[in-house]
């Protein structure tokens, strides 16, 4: 049996059992042959478009000997799969601006896919609003700590979603409702990165710099009241 890393287990474990799954992005996929060894997905598609990890996962899958239950592609994003191959898909390893383009560039091969894994590294906001805009709700989040940085895992199935709150899209509607303790640690990095700013602003005059001066203190204000929210 393979060992994977905690962050790819928690995204394994959103996995629904018994599906076809691609993973878009796969490295040297890991994932897939976690999935495949488990008896959680039937069959599995990794798809890199880097040539070192795509013949690295080729080995991989080889000698796990589970070529006839893996298909290796190479290839960019969602292009490497056809419409109604899979049930599920899992993006993880990117940025969530990245992720937004994959799904949008390949909406096309979205069809027959019931839910979408996905663990964004930052601009989980644009993310998750592309998601309900086309037509995905959030069914479920988590966030972990893993070598001293944070991940989040977005995952969502079909359905309608209206979320305009800024600060839900941002730190995840789901998990500020279980008030989940790191985003605690997200929002003190943020405020860390805030009271910079305002230090390099001290000089600024001007409308300008008070604008600025201004618009980061309301910043401050709304991730102050995040961290209480959690708090409480």
Not at 109 to 119: P, T, Y
Not at 180 to 198: G, N, V
Request: no cysteine; hydrophobic share 40%.
């Amino acid at each position: 049996m393979i060992n994977i890393s905690q962050r790819l287990a928690r995204i394994a474990s959103f996995v629904p059992v018994g599906v076809r799954v691609a993973d878009i992005g796969s490295d040297h996929a890991y994932l897939p042959i976690y999935l495949v060894q488990r008896g959680i997905a039937v069959q599995a598609i990794a798809g890199e478009v880097n040539e070192g990890p795509f013949l690295g996962a080729e080995r991989n899958v080889r000698s796990h000997g589970l070529k006839e239950s893996i298909s290796v592609r190479h290839g960019n994003g969602l292009a490497v799969l056809t419409a109604g191959e899979v049930d599920a898909i899992t993006v993880s390893g990117m940025g969530g601006g990245t992720i937004r383009e994959i799904l949008a560039n390949g909406i096309d091969k979205l069809e027959g896919v019931a839910r979408l894994i996905l663990s964004p590294q930052g601009d989980g906001d644009s993310l998750r609003r592309w998601l309900i805009e086309h037509g995905w709700q959030i069914v479920d989040e988590d966030m972990l700590e893993e070598d001293d940085k944070i991940y989040e895992i977005v995952v969502a199935e079909r359905g309608e979603m209206v979320l305009a709150d800024p600060l839900a899209l941002e730190f995840g509607p789901l998990l500020l409702q279980r008030k989940h303790p790191l985003i605690l640690a997200r929002a003190e990095y943020e405020l860390s990165k805030i009271t910079l700013a305002l230090k390099g602003l001290e000089n600024a005059r001007g409308e300008s710099g008070q604008a600025r001066r201004d618009a980061l203190q309301q910043r401050r204000k709304q991730l102050e009241e995040v961290q209480a929210h959690v708090r409480s």
